[in-house]
């Protein structure tokens, strides 16, 4: 297998005549974020453009996009964007994108209807938006590449795996799937006509490696129904569930056992209402005539009664199940007796917060054990056999695993090679990481170009810089010392000894001595300066500050942010 490799110092110059460059920018050695170029002389376009959720480490932040650092050089050339689905790991990043490349997008109908939404609230253009149909083709830019959109089985409805047909051969694009035997909307992962591609011949397979460690096959999302059954059999007062919002399939099970068991149903949450109100015009969820109770209502009934459907299965803590356990939802209190069950897995990172919420549901008497259910969920992603399906059925000359750590992507590598791939064959990608294919059959990785992840914060209209996030992780651990000089500004002495101030950090037990110890090593620092310098305000402040951490580093091993403030004496 090819190992990662310098820096790709050619990079800012336009791909030859003959070359074809596949450069992830989010999305391999991570879960999230995903967003592929595909670069050639004539062509430049992005398959998906996805967010990464922040985690612990990342306050403040509400979401993480690529860094399009590649495409400034190439800023007029760029021609489209292919979607595989709607999830935000593949969708996210768009409005940020847009606003800055207003180019085509092409995808199925209900990704581009969840698109619509974000595109609204961004005020967007809309007419930039293309839909295409189950094995629908688009020529992308002046029609050198022409791209097949393949529907595959997964969490959500419309997803599909992209074929990309190239002068240096035809490229498979997984996207996220699994190949589900029995799927409630009867849409098949399209296997006739993904062997038939590679009856007649496939160049490269990027393929989803999400599920690779888990043996055998994922189940059929048609196996939730005994799971939810049992927990509408087992539930004498409300049945809180929270799934993804967009696992129409998963909602019109819970809507057909409300309807069985005579209960109606509860929409807590706006990504929830939005995608039911999507799914329903497309007519892709069926609900009977009035199972739909106003949470304003919803007091008018009796608990067993309900049903409430609600966001949240990741804890996040604007969510329509956190509202219900902080009491702010009028009518609908959680209370022995009723159950919250949550059906969809943990993202990584969220176990913490998905722990601390099923303990408040527990604190106010709700059951959330799913031990004797049965089955609540199914991944969306195939496990490992049907991976060595699509390989086998696709037959590519090159394998290259994409979607997750790289220890998914290299599990994925050696699934390959025990099908028969030989190790010049399978290609580990990594961020950033340039993968050339070349007409002649030549397949070589020049290096890497520049990547790296942008934090968004609501409300700001410029990405929030890496260091004001590094700046918040030490506030949040270490806490703060603020050190405030008083300078003569005729004779640039120190007017007065320097005073500390500290929030969120703890001294030592002596607080007023350890405070004069600080101001003593600040007004040496100060002192410390030549007298040259002192008229440089951020010298003067660099000085007082490593001098302050150092201190206080070697007497209590914290690392405080340091913050000298530096001020002129007032007159007399």
Known sequence: MMSVLPEFKAWEQAPAKDELRLIPIGGLGEFGMNALVVHSARSLFLVDCGQLFPSDDQPGIDSIVPDFAYLEPFADRIQAVLLTHGHEDHIGALPYFLRRWPVPVYGTAFTLGILEGKLREHDLDLSLLHQVKDYGRVKVGDGEIEAEWIPVTHSLPDACA????????????????????????GRFTGMARLTELG?????LLMADSTNVGRPGRSPSESV????????????????????????????????????EFRRHVVVLGR?????INLARSLKLLDLPDDILVDVKDAHLFDSRDLVVLCTGSQGEPMSGLARLLRREVKGLPMSPGDRLVVSARAIPGNEVAISRMLDVAERLGAETSSEG????????????????????????????????????????GKLAAELGWKADRISLLDGGLCLRLFTNGKVDMPGTVPVGKCFVHEGVDHMVDARVVQDRLILQEDGVVFA???VDAQTGDLAADPTILSRGFVMLSDDESYGDLLAG???????????????????????????LRRIVRKTTQARPLVIPVILEAPQG
Not at 199 to 203: E, P, S, Y
Request: glycine share 6%.
């Open 224 to 259: 939730c129904r005994e799971g939810l059954e049992a927990a509408f059999e087992q539930t004498k007062g409300r049945l809180f569930i929270t799934t993804f919002s967009s696992n129409i399939h998963r909602l019109q099970q819970i809507i057909d056992l409300a309807w």
């Open 484 to 486: 405030t000089l008083l």
């Open 373 to 412: 259910l049965g089955p609540v969920h199914a991944s969306g992603h195939g496990s490992r056999e049907e991976l060595a399906d699509l390989i086998k059925a696709v037959r590519p000359k090159q394998m290259v695993p994409v979607h997750g750590t790289y220890r998914n992507l290299r599990a994925h």
């Open 521 to 547: 090593v600040a007004r040496k620092a100060y002192e410390e300066v030549p007298p040259a310098l002192r008229k440089d305000p951020e010298a003067l402040r660099d000085a007082v500050r490593l001098a």
């Open 271 to 275: 990504s929830l209402d939005r995608n």
């Open 162 to 185: 992209l074929v990309l047909h190239t002068p240096q051969g035809v490229l498979v694009h997984s996207g996220d799937f699994k190949l589900d035997p029995d799927p409630l909307d």
């Open 199 to 203: 009856d007649a011949g496939v160049r």
